[in-house]
């Protein structure tokens, strides 16, 4: 139940900002958090496996930082945040004047902790745990931050996204080059420093690029 995730949520998570979006309050894993050393049995055990919602990665903060300095790429537009995890990308947009957002996670805890995320930052959310990948959706802008971490994925989300970027839709990926995406034919908007993979302490860094599809109107 909802209410028995959010509980082991707020149980197994500490409220801190990410480095690169300290203006946004986010329920994460940190080094004082048993599960940072839990192992995945031993998270399952604790009812919670898996749990890659509960990061802040590098390309989620980079969205998030470019959609907080440049509001007008959100402003008074619907947002969808694709493989949303905590929801930092749909919690910035509403911070920057979105219309709306809509966080969109196929895991239930992901969907739980964007909730309790975007209540920590009294901003309203939509969320669901749809799989929208070759969906046309009622959106102006997608976020994909560090969706591409896998071949056969990587094939299938850039396969829509592109769809969507040639009806006109907005889509910027964050991506910490993991090595799955090509980037020909992509506008690069912005590079950062970011936090890897759950470091909160800035010490181990990576160049993370913030990249916009080709839109064919």
Known sequence: MASDRAALIREQTNVVAAPLVPELSLHLITES???WRASEAEA????LPLPYWAFCWPGGQALARVVLDSSKLVRHKRVLDFGSGGAVEALAAMRAGAASALAADIDPFAQTAAELNAKL?????ETTTEDLIGRAGEWDVIFAGDVLYERALTAKVMVWLRAEAA???EV???????GWLDASGLELLASY????????SSRALKETRVWRLARVL
């Open 44 to 47: 399952e055990a604790l009812g």
């Open 33 to 35: 958090c048993p599960l």
């Open 172 to 178: 910027l990926l964050g991506d910490p080059n993991r």
């Open 193 to 200: 420093m970011a936090a890897f993979d759950g470091d909160l």
């Open 167 to 169: 009806r006109g839709v």
């Open 121 to 125: 930052n009294a901003v309203a959310l």
